[in-house]
């Protein structure tokens, strides 16, 4: 259930940080019908949603870093592979200063 930010949304194996209901909705416009049907949320206390405001399991920390790593290979940075993400703050951190 989304009643706050930031959070990450995480969708298709991709992985976005967003600020506000804006962002948020700016990210879920292009997505298809199927891409839809994998969003999960998370927020910064660790509650994690699907689409529909169900509540769900986290990733693991080791799919978190992949979806990571992958996002910022993306956008051009490099040295990914000595990214870990072990703790949710991490995740949101490198996530936020990458937006």
């Known amino acids: 259930m989304i009643n706050s930010y930031p959070l990450v949304l995480i969708f298709d194996q991709s992985i976005e940080y967003v ?24 927020n910064i ?11 769900t399991h986290l ?6 870093t992949k979806l990571v790593q992958q996002k910022l290979v993306s956008e051009g940075q490099c040295c990914t592979a000595k990214i870990q ?6 995740l949101f951190n490198l996530l936020k200063e990458t937006n």
């Open 19 to 42: 600020d506000s209901a804006k962002n948020l909705e700016e990210s879920l416009f292009y997505l298809s019908e199927k891409q839809l049907k994998t969003v999960i949320y998370i």
């Open 45 to 55: 206390h660790g509650d994690v949603y699907d689409r529909d405001g169900h509540p």
């Open 59 to 64: 990733p693991n920390y080791s799919d978190l």
């Open 85 to 90: 993400i072990s703790q949710l703050d991490q």
